[in-house]
């Protein structure tokens, strides 16, 4: 049924929905297909006011209009394949035990893990997948066994849970790219340590497949903070990306997103961080 609903996204990612039915814009002039409503699928808070734009201009079609998102902080559904994310990712779970003062999920989610029913995908986008049970993990990697794709797990990884039977996961299932994080002091003992877990199961730095979320721009950082964090993710065994904070508002100041573009692509990243090495 939902093939018959136009999505409508107020900006367009690497995740955002590739077909007929999906648009990042007002309705095209040159018509549409059948369809029997539209949903607005708002993300980020400081889309919400293109958001609520684009549904009025949706509404002039004469189809009901519904707006919902992580941006509006009700917790999610069952996960639906291709809906509001493009064909191969997937989410198993939502929500996270964690309160990390940075992070939506635990307020949207209401404080609680959610185990999903699995569908078929091979990019794994769970709030903290390595919080489920046992069983759940192994039947998430016994469905990633069956995808032509290689796994990636750009939700992210939370090092502190990280245990040797994970890793045996992640090595047979021939993972391709995962990401931990380093964002606070307490993170920081917990990635050394998932980093050794990973390199004694066969994970290579070089190998490029162990990543590492930084953030980086928030209240009270500073820059020479934020290269360390970056720095202390690549000596623990990461590859490290800045990822730039935002507030509701998205405001962004214009030297941390030059400084962000220094650590965000692999290229300029890998060439900073073997230069301080002295290769």
């Known amino acids: 049924m939902y093939l018959k609903i136009a999505r409508v996204f107020p900006r367009r990612t690497k995740a955002t929905p590739d077909d007929p039915l999906a648009f990042t814009g007002p309705p095209p002039r040159g018509g549409l297909p059948d369809i029997e409503e539209v949903h607005v699928s708002v993300a980020f808070t400081y889309d919400m006011e293109k958001a609520c734009q684009l549904a009025e ?42 309160r990390c003062w940075f992070c939506s999920v635990p307020r949207r989610e209401g404080g609680r893990l959610r185990e999903l029913p699995i569908t078929e995908g091979n990019i794994v986008l769970d709030d903290n997948l390595l919080a489920c049970s046992r069983q759940h993990i192994e039947a998430v990697f016994e469905m990633l066994g069956r995808q032509k794709e290689r796994p ?25 790219r995962m990401y931990f994080a380093n964002d606070t002091p307490d993170d920081y ?36 903070a934020a290269e360390k964090r970056l720095r202390d993710a690549w000596k623990a065994g990461f590859i490290p990306y800045a990822m730039l904070y935002r507030d509701e508002k998205g405001i962004v100041d214009s030297e941390w997103r030059k400084f962000q573009r220094l650590w965000v692509r692999p290229a300029i990243v890998m060439s900073q961080l073997k230069e301080s090495d002295g290769r």
Request: aromatic share 10%.
């Open 57 to 98: 201009q949706w509404m002039k079609l004469g189809v009901p209009v519904h707006m919902g998102g992580p941006a509006f902080n009700m917790p999610g559904g069952n996960f639906v394949p291709g809906m509001y994310l493009k064909k191969g990712y997937v989410i198993t779970s939502r929500g996270c035990p964690n």
């Open 152 to 176: 990636a797990f750009t939700g992210g990884l939370e090092a502190r849970l990280l245990r040797p039977w994970h890793v045996d996961l992640l090595r047979e299932s021939r993972t391709q």
């Open 189 to 224: 003992e917990p990635l050394v340590e998932a980093g050794r877990l990973l390199q004694a199961g066969g994970f290579e730095r070089k190998s490029h497949k162990a990543c590492c979320y930084v953030l980086i721009g928030y209240r009270g950082d500073t820059m020479e």
